[in-house]
């Protein structure tokens, strides 16, 4: 069941103006604050529904580098976004762009093209990280220690976020959908590879794990899943 102290603050978060202003086009993956607003929708009428849970399941070792933890998560088998507590997003600037980096995985679940709709783990990863930094800018939000780890996924999302507003006038001289290309998210994905160990790496036992080609899949919202799914 959804919990309405979460879901008014999600809500509230991401029918912010600035928001309104992000469209762009990664690697296929498209997010605007048209599909934002949808997502909004989605969670006030249930059909994503907000929820507090105490634990976070592991989705499998290595799944993501040393030090990183999980605060928050989209399930799309659940249709739900999934936080640490109650009142997560309601002050901390940190958490709300958290959140806007769970709503974009629940606009791919809510967009999804088929019952088998497959992205490559980096990319989804790197599509959700830009977001954030296009919120701190767009909607005059304190940067914080957003870029704290230099050529982190943060930092490189930060700089392309700053490359994307410059040329479009802040998204309000250029509305149109801002098509990256491939060179120029290749530092954004490399970072977001490295955090999320979506690398080959030696196992303890001397094998070798090959990661780069993990997969998310959605199958829409009204009945969907996401999950890990390694490439046949």
């Not at 507090?52 to 976004?81: C, H, I, K, W």
């Not at 999934?82 to 901390?92: A, D, L, Q, V």
């Not at 088929?114 to 959700?128: G, K, V």
């Not at 830009?130 to 800018?137: F, G, I, K, S, T």
Request: contains cysteine; negative net charge.
């Amino acid at each position: 069941m959804t919990n309405q102290t979460l879901a008014k603050t999600v809500s509230r978060i991401l029918r912010q103006p600035g928001i309104w202003k992000i469209g762009f086009d990664m690697h296929g993956l498209v997010v605007t604050g048209q599909r934002y607003a949808m997502v909004a929708k989605a969670v006030e009428d249930g059909s994503i529904e907000c929820r507090v849970v105490n634990q976070f399941p592991s989705q499998g070792e290595g799944t993501l580098a040393p030090g990183m933890v999980t605060v928050a998560r989209y399930t799309a088998d659940q249709n739900a976004m999934m936080f640490s507590s109650e009142n997560y997003g309601s002050s901390k600037v940190s958490e709300e762009r958290t959140i806007v980096h769970e709503a974009t995985h629940a606009i791919f679940d809510l967009y999804a093209n088929s019952s088998d709709d497959r992205t490559l783990a980096m990319h989804d990863e790197s599509a959700a990280v830009l977001p954030e930094a296009l919120y701190l800018r767009l909607c005059d939000k304190p940067q914080g220690n957003f870029t704290m780890f230099i050529d982190g996924p943060q930092d490189e999302a930060m700089k392309l976020a700053d490359k994307m507003m410059a040329e479009t006038g802040n998204f309000v001289r250029d509305r149109r959908t801002y098509f990256l290309k491939t060179p120029q998210t290749q530092k954004l994905r490399d970072a977001v590879a490295r955090d999320w160990n979506f690398t080959v790496r030696v196992e303890k036992d001397g094998s070798t794990t090959d990661s780069t080609g993990v997969q998310y899949i959605y199958d829409g919202v009204v009945k969907c899943y996401s999950c890990w799914a390694n490439p046949k």
